[in-house]
């Protein structure tokens, strides 16, 4: 009886469709979600991490990697579309378009991955004489440079001589003489060029005074004198200077004030304005006054 419940057993368990107990938690460890992801991408990329640390372990073959990174890299960089061959500059005179030349850090040809254009852009500006400048990269393998030069507004006698300097006071050239630029005012003393907006405007004004006038000087870094041709001074006050040059115009035109003996107009104080004589004037007062003086005695 036993023997017969054995053999049945046997025979249900072979025809038993049901998977074994392995195959049955191998089916659900397939079915989680970081196994599978586990033996999809982690098994190969660590295959992958393993093979490349094995062969970068060699020096030889990292040498032979840079290499060729580095000729593929340069096959790249110039090839004809990535060449620039040649610069074009615009808005230079010659002068200043030869010193951009001559500071410029580019050879051309040279590949567009070379070329520093930021760093093109602040050597130029860089210049005394240039304002600003633009730079860009045009089809055809052409550097375009626009540049804006500085418009020299007067010249500055300093300490180190002749300058030419636009209405900020910035400089854009050195003069070797005044006669260099004749058609510009000049301004001299400490701080003139803080304040050339100033000085231009009584420049205008005093033209009124026509050839007479030599220039402007600043004087204690406060204040402006307008030099004339023979060694007049009009001293100007630290606030309104053009009102108070204004005054001494229209009492020149009405009086023909400084065509008179006199060496200074002192305008310091608005409300008391002063004259002084000129040395050649008190010598003949002194004159004249010791002339009447004897008289009065004889």
Do not use: C
Not at 195 to 211: D, P
Request: hydrophobic letters at 45%; a negative charge; aromatic letters at 6%.
């Amino acid at each position: 009886m036993q023997s017969l419940k054995a053999k049945r057993s046997t025979k249900n368990n072979a025809n038993d469709p049901a998977p074994s107990r392995i195959s049955y938690r191998l089916q659900r460890l397939w079915l989680t979600p970081f196994f599978r992801s586990l033996l999809r991408t982690g098994v190969p990329a660590f295959s992958v991490a393993l093979f490349v640390a094995w062969y970068v372990s060699d020096q030889d073959n990292v040498d032979k990697i840079l290499v060729k990174f580095s000729e593929v890299r340069t096959s790249i960089e110039e090839r004809p579309e990535f060449m620039v061959s040649m610069m074009e500059l615009k808005g230079a005179s010659d002068e200043v378009a030869e010193d951009i030349r001559e500071i410029l850090p580019v050879d051309f040809p040279v590949s567009s991955f070379h070329l520093d254009m930021a760093l093109v852009k602040e050597t130029v500006e860089g210049l005394d004489a240039v304002k600003s400048a633009n730079v860009r990269l045009r089809s055809g393998g052409i550097f375009e440079l626009v540049v804006k030069e500085r418009i020299p507004a007067a010249v500055w006698q300093s300490h180190d001589g002749f300058i030419a300097i636009d209405e900020t006071g910035r400089r854009v050239s050195d003069l070797a003489a005044r006669e260099a630029r004749m058609d510009l005012p000049i301004l001299a003393g400490e701080g003139a060029d803080k304040h050339v907006m100033e000085g231009l405007l009584l420049t205008m004004i005093s033209q009124e005074l026509g050839h007479r006038v030599v220039g402007l000087v600043r004087v204690g870094e406060r204040r402006w004198d307008v030099v004339l041709t023979n060694g007049q001074r009009i001293l100007l006050p630290e606030e309104q200077a053009d009102q108070a040059l204004e005054r001494v115009i229209a009492l020149d035109q009405a009086q023909d004030l400084l065509n008179r003996d006199i060496s200074v107009v002192d305008m310091r104080q608005s409300n008391r304005p002063t004259v002084r004589m000129s040395k050649t004037a008190l010598d003949n007062l002194r004159q004249i006054r010791m002339i009447e003086f004897e008289g009065i005695n004889q």
